[in-house]
């Protein structure tokens, strides 16, 4: 079953993937600048979506006027190797693309409690809604670190509407690996967007959307509130 706002599109392989999803992204963002004369881009972490990064890097496009930031983030400092800001800076933030404006998600505050007012803060001054939200997913169906366990997915559901940006502590999170302190969007933060594109390698992530989109319990698929909703459109770029 595929829920009306969410289309798939299935390409023939990764150089197809990573090309059709800069176009994609390419012109989303073109269309905000025109209709709005700025756009904000929030982006993954991960390896996954780095060839198609490179590739919207090169584009002509007013990039002092997009605002780019993470949909999340580990409480490490900017050079750590595990920052997403570091992958971003080597992937995204180069050729055409080095004059976009950047809102690091990390800040000086001593722990991602402590930066949550400030990074929500410095969110709140994108366009918005965000023109586009690009998300990765994992295995268990968690997207930015809204991990399947209750603690957090209960904070995320119940944050206020306006609220864009939390602090997460995923211990316990075998995903989460050594750093479960992070920064994340809510889940309002997430759907907060006129696209929500979601970019997947091989059947077994597509197996795991399959089954999102039949259970609504976020405990059980975070990504199922993305899924079910029809607020914001979603597509899913997909190859095996």
């Known amino acids: 079953m595929t829920q009306e706002n969410v289309k798939i599109f299935k390409h023939k392989n990764k150089t197809e993937l990573f090309s059709e999803t800069a176009n ?10 025109a209709e709005n004369g700025k756009a904000s881009f929030i982006i993954p972490g991960g390896t996954t979506p780095g060839p198609a990064f490179e590739q919207l890097s090169k584009a002509n496009l007013a990039w002092e006027n997009i605002t780019i930031a993470q949909s999340d983030e580990r ?5 750590h190797p595990q920052s997403n800001q570091r992958l971003t800076e080597q992937t995204l933030l180069i050729n055409q693309a080095k004059h976009a404006n950047y809102i690091a998600m990390k800040n000086q505050q001593a722990s991602a409690k402590l930066g949550e007012a400030q990074c929500d803060s410095e969110y709140q001054t994108m366009q918005n809604p ?9 295995l268990d169906g968690h997207i930015a670190s809204l991990f399947p366990n209750k603690k957090i997915i209960d904070s995320a559901l119940i944050q206020n509407k306006d609220k864009l940006c939390m602090a997460i502590d995923a211990t316990g999170c ?8 992070r920064m994340s969007l809510t889940f309002s933060g997430i759907l907060n967007s006129e696209l929500i594109l979601i970019l997947m390698i091989g059947n077994a ?3 795991v959307i399959n089954q999102a989109l039949n259970n609504t319990d976020p405990l059980k698929f975070p990504i199922s509130v993305l899924l ?13």
């Not at 994609?24 to 600048?33: A, D, K, M, N």
């Not at 075998?174 to 302190?181: I, N």
């Not at 079910?228 to 095996?240: A, F, Y």
């Open 24 to 33: 994609r992204c390419l012109e989303q963002l073109t269309q905000s600048l």
């Open 75 to 79: 409480w490490v400092a900017a050079e």
């Open 130 to 138: 965000f023109s586009l939200t690009m998300l990765g997913m994992g």
């Open 174 to 181: 075998e995903v989460a690996g050594d750093y479960p302190e």
């Open 205 to 207: 992530k597509f197996e």
């Open 228 to 240: 079910n909703q029809t607020e914001t459109p979603v597509e899913i770029h997909r190859c095996e």
